[in-house]
């Protein structure tokens, strides 16, 4: 027997005993740490790794006019896309999925480019499968988007032949119009970076989901948009999907909406529109009016029934993704600006439009009285104040009518737009009327009828349009505000501008009787089964002859379903000059009524902007203006600028139900150009009218 005889010395192996038993009481207290103490942690990141939240896309609402015509509707988009980790094996078999996936989509095969966001064409489908399985082989990639759906169903029916090739269907919106209504509807688009973080927040997905960029899509964002849903999902170290688990929250879709807006009477007001400016053109040999407006409204509740902002753009082209070369194509037109909504961004001189201002003014102030008359020689001259016996500094006032008008009253002033008598009644004239209602007045019955501030229309991009005082003058051109200033302001123009928008509303003020009614564009909001959520109840901002001066504060109060948001915005745009409501006289109303009556039935719209079987009134308006076009061209010459076209007119007289306003830039004559247009507007109106009442008897 052999005996084993160690020379190891105690004390070592006991100090490696100690060693072991201080390992083996460090690894136990780590595993202690990881396992019990900081085992949550550990399994939260084990989780995160193994589970992901997938966001499950809400559906858009729809928006339809107020016939509940579809304007704007979801319809499938087909992406093809390929999952790395899911192709076959074989070489050949992925060569031949390639070829057949190249012939059918137009798709490249190999075509080296650089990385870029999903659906931007510039890389062969091997490019795309490369990038894709070195990222995340289980994750289906972009090979290409928006296919035609006869591709997507040949590819459907073939999927069992193309293993690792799926087809997806994504909702993208289709406006059933197109340019028709582009300039209300706008347009949707990817979410910015400087907006990225709020609206994660929110639970929308960056890189997938779109938000409103322009219009309706844009104003009523979060009620269309809904909310996304989320489901967990369990994934392998891989990425291929294992399961689903725990409880799947589902999306919740957005709300639709109801508009004011007849598209029928949109398609008539484009129609009169575009025909009129390209005659226009025509006879001109250029494109002499680059722009036009057409807005309809009701009077009495507010609601827009047309908007037509020309040019205009197809937001189809834009429903996908924004292709850089269009967008750039509509932002290069200095000209058009298709890209604004000009009837509430479009700001220019009013023209003569604007005399009804300085008609209920100088009337209610007793400045003049109906029947007193006015002369008109065709001409007055008004001395320099500073220089009054330099006969070189006196500036000629000058009628439309050389020859004038002679003896005018009140609402034959109205009725033939006599420059001069307005002039003498606005400005003041000596040894005829000491004062007139001056800048001061003209400050006070602007606003009142609607001037000079957003009224608060449900779209963005309103513009306030602008009513010059003697402290604007000055601060923003370092000038003494003088008389000929004033003479221009009383007859719109000057330093004077306003909207579209601005001036029909208020020529629809005089004709409901004094009330600036809220215009919108919204009348319902409906559930995903067509129900009413809210509805838009017309609402009076404030009404100058019910004998209640409105403050500033009050405006909106007494309507429950004016938004918010709105009322702070007509509120907070007039902080600086007060409430716009003044004390007017009703009878003051109706002098200007028949006035704006005789303007369709002697005045100057006769025979260009009267119906023939409905009474109606209106306004003509010849705004003259000088801009850069203009100079360049060499049109800025005293006393023959170039001239917008302006008419504005309600039907019926007696009880008005629609307001159109035609707005022609560079157009020329009010009553002939506009005319006609708001004539056709109107005539549509009452034999849609007509048809409508006969489908229902």
């Not at 999952?83 to 094996?89: E, F, S, V």
């Not at 999925?97 to 490249?108: A, F, K, Q």
């Not at 689903?244 to 508009?259: A, D, F, K, M, N």
């Not at 002679?406 to 004239?429: E, L, Q, T």
């Amino acid at each position: 027997m052999i005996r084993g005889n160690s020379n190891i010395p105690l004390w070592r192996i006991r100090l490696t005993y100690a060693a072991m038993a201080l390992l083996l009481v460090f690894f136990v207290g780590r595993l202690f740490v990881l396992q019990i103490l900081e085992g949550a942690h550990y399994q939260d990141l084990a989780d995160q790794n193994r589970f992901i939240t997938v966001s499950i896309p809400a559906p858009r609402g729809i928006i339809y006019d107020r016939n509940d015509f579809q304007l704007v509707r979801n319809v499938p988009s087909f992406n093809v896309m390929i999952t790395p980790a899911l192709l076959p094996d074989s070489d050949a078999e992925i060569e031949a999925i390639y070829r057949r996936l190249s012939e059918l989509t137009g798709v490249p095969i190999d075509q080296e480019g650089d990385p870029a966001a999903p659906c931007v064409p510039g890389r062969g489908i091997l490019q795309l499968v490369i990038e894709g399985t070195n990222i995340s082989p289980y994750d289906a990639w972009h090979i290409a988007c928006d296919v035609d759906e006869r591709i997507a169903r040949i590819l459907r029916e073939e999927q069992v032949d193309l293993p690792g090739v799926t087809v997806e269907a994504v909702p993208i919106r289709d406006y059933t119009t197109g340019e028709l209504t582009a300039a209300l509807i706008g347009y949707l688009g990817p979410i910015p970076a400087s907006l990225e973080e709020y609206y994660v927040d929110l639970g929308f997905r960056a890189d997938r989901d779109k938000i409103g960029y322009d219009g309706i899509e844009y104003w009523y964002q979060e009620i269309l948009a809904g909310q996304n849903g989320q489901k967990e999902v369990e994934r392998d170290v891989a990425g291929q999907q294992l399961r689903e688990v725990g409880i799947v929250t589902q999306p919740i879709p957005g709300y639709s909406l109801r508009l004011t807006i007849d598209t029928r009477l949109q398609s008539a007001a484009e129609t009169a529109l575009i025909n009129r400016m390209e005659f226009i053109n025509r006879y001109a040999g250029e494109e002499r009016t680059p722009i036009g407006v057409v807005l309809a409204m009701n009077p009495q509740t507010g609601e827009i029934l047309a908007m037509v902002s020309w040019p205009a753009y197809e937001n189809n082209r834009l429903a996908r993704f924004i292709p850089a070369d269009y967008y750039l194509q509509l932002e290069a037109d200095e000209r058009g600006k298709p890209l604004i909504n000009h009837a509430i961004a479009g700001e220019w001189p009013p023209g003569s439009t604007f005399k009804m201002v300085t008609a209920v003014g100088a009337l209610n102030e007793g400045v003049i009285t109906p029947d007193r008359r006015i002369f008109d020689p065709g001409k007055i001259t008004i001395e320099n104040r500073y220089f009054p016996k330099d006969q070189g500094k006196a500036k000629d006032f000058v009628c439309w009518k050389p020859e004038g008008h002679g003896w005018v009253d009140f609402v034959h002033g109205i009725a033939y737009s006599c420059n001069v008598y307005f002039y003498k009644i606005g400005g003041g004239y000596p040894g005829e009327i000491d004062e007139g209602l001056g800048i001061e007045g003209i400050n006070l019955y602007a606003p009142s009828l609607g001037y000079g501030a957003p009224l608060g229309i449900d779209l963005p991009g309103e513009e306030d349009g602008l009513i010059p005082s003697p402290y604007w003058k000055r601060i923003n051109l370092g000038e003494n505000w003088s008389d000929g200033d004033t003479y221009n302001a009383v007859t719109g123009q000057g330093f004077v501008l306003a909207t579209p928008l601005q001036v029909m509303t208020s020529i629809a003020t005089l004709a409901n009787g004094g009330k600036v009614m809220w215009p919108h564009l919204v009348q319902e909001i409906l559930d995903g089964e067509g129900n009413v959520i809210q509805s838009y109840e017309p609402c009076v901002l404030w009404d100058i002859a019910d004998g209640i001066l409105t403050p500033l504060e009050a405006i909106g109060a007494n309507c429950p379903t004016l938004p918010e948001e709105i009322r702070e915005t007509i509120q907070s745009s007039r902080q600086d000059v007060g409430t716009p409501d003044v004390l007017v006289e009703p009878w003051v109303i109706q002098q200007v009524q028949q006035g704006m009556h005789l303007v369709t039935t002697e005045g100057t719209a006769h025979t260009y902007g009267d119906l023939e079987t409905i009474s109606s009134a209106g306004k003509t308006g010849t705004g003259e203006f000088c801009d850069e076009v203009a100079r360049e061209k060499g049109l800025c010459i005293p006393g023959e600028w170039p001239t917008h076209s302006w008419y504005i007119a309600y039907a019926p007289f007696e009880n008005p139900e629609i307001v159109v306003a035609a707005f022609v830039y560079n157009g020329g004559e009010g009553a002939v150009t506009s005319g006609p247009i708001v004539r056709q507007v109107l005539e549509a109106y009452f034999s849609l009218k007509a048809i409508d009442v006969a489908r229902t008897d």
